[in-house]
């Protein structure tokens, strides 16, 4: 049974920082492609990163590029999500996803956590 837990969301002011997590149970971030997605009220879900380790690869959408660094610790099977600059429109529901595999795409992700929320003021 996969299980994904975000904790580290919060509220903070424009320009400031936070680092969500998702630790993973039943299943191994290293071997696999691990994602952060976000919604906010009234959007569509969109990703915003993702890694596959193993291979040396991440992603990342163009309204976060420059500000936020998907990470993982394989030793904890947690994934990070540093996000730096903050903005108002990065205010949402950010979500760790899982694939089964190594390809990022928005398909292969089957396994999703509960979210944790991101308030930019």
């Known amino acids: 049974h996969v299980q994904l837990v975000e904790s580290g969301g919060g509220s903070v002011q424009a320009g400031g920082s936070l680092r969500p997590s998702c630790v993973a149970s039943?299943?191994?971030?290293?071997?696999?492609?691990v994602g952060w997605f976000r919604q906010a009220p009234g959007k569509e879900r969109e990703g915003v990163a993702a890694?596959?380790?193993?291979?040396?690869?991440?992603y990342y959408s163009d309204s976060v590029k420059g500000r936020f660094t998907i990470s993982q610790d394989n030793a904890k099977n947690t994934v990070y999500l540093q996000m730096n600059s903050l903005k108002f429109e990065d205010t949402a529901v950010y979500t760790c996803?899982?694939?089964?595999?190594?390809?990022?795409?928005?398909?292969?992700?089957?396994?999703w956590g509960q979210g944790t929320q991101v308030t930019v003021s």
């Open positions: 890694i596959y380790s193993e291979g040396g690869t991440t």
């Open positions: 039943g299943y191994t971030v290293d071997s696999n492609c």
């Open positions: 996803a899982a694939a089964i595999g190594v390809r990022c795409n928005k398909a292969d992700f089957i396994h």
